[in-house]
């Protein structure tokens, strides 16, 4: 808080230029770079979730036409499966005589060679006995013997065939590493087999289709975007089923690494801010993943926000360019200005300030010009006015003198009709002097309803005595509302308006009825003023319903119009009124007034 109070007290000590570089600074360009910061990591977000979100569907792709292929396969695994010819041979290799166990080779190695077909990738085809005994057939060297399955001995060891063992249906094996004049990388799929006659038997061999890694990867190269992204395959147990470098399928990754590590100790996207997307195919379970390189991705997007940046800093330099420009234009005529006002101070009304220019510190030095020459006008006339001053004051003294001559005039008299036994008159005397008193010390000071009603009482006795009792009064005042506060004189104007107006020319029977109490929502008081007397003219009634056209002063002293404009600049919108009036029946007027916030500076006894 403190702190804050400082810096404040700092600011406002600064001069005006100063202020307007700083809210400029703190307004505008910290705010409009903050928000071109935030925009673009928006951007960035946003576009890193849509090309993941492409990056997703292409694997989806890809593992879609991959199950394509293997379904090709499987189809093709099928027909060996269910082949009559090689499940006759093959039970002669596994049950028959040595003689006709060549014969049953050679006429499966035969049967094998049909199903080769256009396919591309399949290197070989192997039936594999629960004996031990095997037949493979090698479509790439076209031998039963120089096969990729040359190096081991027993085929019951591989990895394809001990997958089937146990295995319901198809069963896809990893990509395979495989030593001949170079390094070959395959992945197979195997399938046991049965003789359906004797299916109690149970399984009699398992075939395996072997399939080149390249296969996959020509399928994943094919949702490649370009050197700036790669797609490969991978095991759930992290062994790389392909990967555009064949040298890295079939491997089995470290686990220390992750992911991205690994492609980058790959050779592929060396240096480059990359991110990886996986989609794991629920067919085969393998998990096809995309790495890609992030910032070329995003180089449209970062290069648009650059150019945005450029754009708003060169807007924002002009900005300050010419604000600055303005700002020392705007303190060379102030200073004009201020320097003008210290002459004046001076006592030197004959300083001229130069306008500058045309906007609102111009339009002050004219101002600034005109008053000058005013004040000098003004102080010709001081000395005119001081002498009225006086004469004013002496008159005013003299106006003093008249109501205490008149309270005291009053009060002879009072005690002449006394002593001659003319108490009524006396009595009237008495009122008057007190009317006169309440009336003429401060009219606009706060009294009580207790106060009013006493007042209204002799008020109203003494216009019953001068019209020889035409009219009879009430005045019926909730004893809840004694200490509220309202204005001296507020009733009066309505008091006599219908005695004066109401009653006029009439002998007998008037009746003058006023009611003071708290009003019904509580946060006031209503005031009803009532009289049988003539009633107000139509036009005169609209005016002071209409309350812009009531609190206009009609220019003849205590009149309705004065009394309503005294009420609303009293309480304002909070104070309301209604007159009613029907000709030669009567008028009702209704005041709702709130209670005031402030006591009267006396504080006066009600009695009550």
């Known amino acids: 808080m403190r702190l804050g109070r400082k810096l404040l007290e700092k600011y406002n000590s600064w001069k005006l230029g100063s202020k307007l570089l700083a809210a400029f600074t703190l307004a505008s360009i910290i705010p409009i770079l903050f ?8 951007n960035k977000n946003q576009m890193t979730e849509k090309i993941d979100e492409l990056m997703v569907n292409n694997l989806t792709q890809i593992a879609e036409r991959t199950n394509l292929n293997l379904k090709v396969y499987t189809n093709l695994i099928y027909q060996i499966y269910k082949d009559e010819q090689v499940i006759e041979n093959v039970l002669a290799l596994v049950d028959d005589g040595d003689s006709r166990k060549a014969v049953a080779y050679n006429k499966v190695v035969n049967r094998l060679k049909q199903y080769h077909n256009s396919e591309a990738g399949i290197r070989c085809l192997s039936i594999i006995c629960p004996d031990g005994a095997a037949v493979v057939y090698d479509f790439e060297t076209d031998s039963s013997l120089n096969t990729v399955w040359q190096d081991y001995p027993d085929l019951r060891g591989v990895p394809p065939y001990l997958d089937a063992e146990d295995a319901p249906g198809m069963v896809v ?9 170079e390094q070959e990388h395959y992945f197979h799929i195997s399938k046991r087999m049965f003789d359906f006659n004797h299916l109690e038997h149970g399984s009699i061999a398992t075939v395996i289709m072997t399939i080149e890694e390249r296969s996959l990867n020509a399928i994943c190269s094919s949702g490649g975007l370009d050197e700036h992204s790669i797609n490969f395959i991978l095991s759930d147990d992290r062994r790389v089923v392909s990967y555009p470098d064949e040298d890295f399928a079939g491997i089995t990754m470290n686990p220390e690494l992750e992911v991205e590590e690994f492609v ?15 989609y794991e195919d629920p067919v085969t379970g393998w998990i096809f993943c995309n790495a890609y390189d992030k910032d070329y991705m995003l180089k449209d997007v970062t290069r648009t926000q650059q150019m945005l940046v450029l754009i708003t800093v060169l807007t924002l330099l002009f900005a300050t360019v010419l604000i600055i420009y303005t700002v020392r234009t705007m303190d060379a005529s102030v200073r004009s200005v201020v320097s003008g006002m210290r002459e004046v101070q001076k006592g030197n009304l004959d300083v001229v300030v130069p306008v500058r220019s045309f906007d609102e510190i111009g339009t002050i030095a004219d101002n600034f010009n005109d008053m000058t020459v005013k004040v000098k006008e003004l102080i010709e006339e001081v000395g005119e006015a001081k002498e009225h001053q006086k004469n004013a004051e002496i008159r005013a003294l003299e106006a003093q003198i008249n109501p205490h001559f008149l309270y005291n005039t009053l009060d002879s008299i009072n005690w002449m009709a006394i002593e001659k036994g003319e108490f009524e008159i006396s009595k009237m005397l008495r009122d008057l002097g007190v009317i006169l008193r309440y009336s003429v010390n401060k009219s606009n000071q706060i009294v009580s309803i207790w106060e009013v009603e006493d007042w209204l009482s002799k ?6 005595m001068r019209f020889n009792n035409a009219f009879s009064y009430e005045i019926n005042v909730e004893k809840e509302t004694y200490r509220v506060k309202i204005y001296k004189l507020l ?6 308006n219908a005695i004066l107006h109401g009653f006029r020319d009439i002998e007998s029977g008037g009746l003058l009825r006023i009611d003071i109490s708290l009003a019904e929502d509580g946060g006031g008081i209503a005031v009803i003023i009532e009289d049988n007397g003539k009633g107000i003219p139509a036009e005169l009634l609209e005016n002071f319903n209409d309350r812009e056209k009531a609190i206009v002063d009609d220019g003849r002293g205590i009149g309705l119009h004065n009394a309503f404009s005294r009420i609303h600049m009293y309480y304002g919108e909070a104070a309301s009124w209604k007159v009613s009036s029907i000709c030669s029946m009567g008028t009702v007027v209704t005041l709702r007034l709130p209670f005031l916030r402030r006591e009267s500076n006396e504080d006066t006894d009600c009695g009550g």
């Open 491 to 496: 009733l009066q104007p309505f008091v006599e």
């Open 264 to 278: 980058h100790v790959s050779g592929y996207l060396r240096n480059q801010n990359i991110t990886i997307n996986r």
């Open 459 to 464: 008020y109203i006795s003494l216009h019953q």
């Open 173 to 181: 094996t990893d990509t395979m590493n495989f030593k001949g004049k």
């Open 35 to 42: 928000v071109q910061i935030v925009a673009f990591q928006v």
